[in-house]
């Protein structure tokens, strides 16, 4: 199997801690995309995935599986016995919600600050962001505003429970613990009030597959590129 991703990227993170639960590093190669010269927009990525995003899974016979969610879901239960994406109705049924409200209230929304508040991953990703819509901008920041109004949300649930969907950790706490982490890089870090969501920030990133996950270091020529150049 290889997956197209970037070391370091918050979405990347996601799948690559989900390859560390499973133990499945000697089973995938990683294939670098550089984001910042826009290469996941480029033709022979876009007939990968249409949308033009990273991460991206291929299979050994070819097929195609873009979207953490769909590729969680297809790692975690590759051995017939899923840890991250529930066993019973119940389980999945909470999982899946909560992950949607991750989603929704969280990563998707910093993502469109860090990409329209701010000048994002630099100019050569300009055009596939709206650039002559003058209220861009604003926009982005709205998005931001609308992602630390919905951390009370996660701190109040995880005061009254260990994880997301109950007791056990699960793909959405994946989700929001790269959400988070984007969202400090980004300029949007955890109210100082909200102590359940840094008390479960730090229990989540000493688990070992959340430890010791692969491509966490920025790659040098990203650290030697300023966001906001091409």
């Not at 670098?32 to 480029?42: F, G």
């Not at 919600?97 to 991750?102: C, E, I, P, Y």
């Not at 969501?197 to 989540?204: A, E, F, I, N, Q």
């Amino acid at each position: 199997m290889r997956i197209y991703d970037r070391q370091a990227a918050p979405h990347p993170a996601r799948v690559r801690i989900v390859v560390a639960a499973k133990a499945l590093e000697d089973q995938i190669e990683f294939v670098s995309v550089d984001l910042i010269a826009a290469e996941q927009k480029q033709p022979d990525f876009l007939a990968m995935n249409p949308i033009g995003k990273i991460p991206v899974l291929e299979l050994a016979d070819g097929t195609i599986i873009s979207e953490c969610t769909a590729i969680t879901e297809y790692l975690d239960n590759l051995d017939g016995s899923p840890i991250l994406t529930g066993t019973t109705p119940r389980e999945k049924g909470l999982i899946h919600m909560m992950q949607r409200r991750v989603e929704m209230m969280l990563i998707d929304a910093v993502d469109d600050y860090f990409h329209y508040g701010t000048p994002g991953l630099g100019t050569a990703l300009r055009p596939w962001r709206m650039p002559d819509w003058s209220g861009a901008h604003e926009w982005g920041k709205r998005r931001g505003a609308y992602a630390v109004a919905n951390m009370p949300f996660f701190n109040d649930l995880l005061a009254k429970q260990p994880f997301l969907a109950g007791d056990g950790f699960s793909m959405p706490d994946i989700t929001l613990f790269a959400g988070l982490m984007f969202a400090e890089l980004v300029g949007l870090p955890i109210a100082p009030e909200l102590s359940a969501l840094h008390t479960w920030r730090s229990k989540v990133a000493d688990l070992p597959a959340v430890k010791n996950r692969s491509g966490q270091t920025p790659l040098p020529e990203d650290l030697a590129r300023p966001s906001g150049a091409a």
